[in-house]
């Protein structure tokens, strides 16, 4: 994958610094996720499963 090519965005709750991790919808649904801090770095690859079992445990509270 091309993550070059991916449109990245950021959580309007992690302020004016980049101590967060940026998230891109990838091609086939899923996600990707990356550090702000180091984005030339490769990202980890989410599939859209995992992405959403991600979500629902946060919204949940699972995952807390």
Do not use: P, Y
């Not at 992690?14 to 180091?38: F, I, L, M, P, Q």
């Amino acid at each position: 994958m091309d993550w070059t090519k991916l449109t990245w965005r950021k959580s309007i709750h992690s302020g004016t610094d980049d101590n967060c991790v940026e998230v891109a919808v990838a091609s086939d649904g899923g996600r990707a996720v990356r550090d702000s801090k180091v984005r030339g770095v490769s990202a980890i690859q989410v599939s859209s499963d995992g992405w959403n079992a991600f979500i629902n445990g946060l919204k949940h509270e699972a995952l807390r």
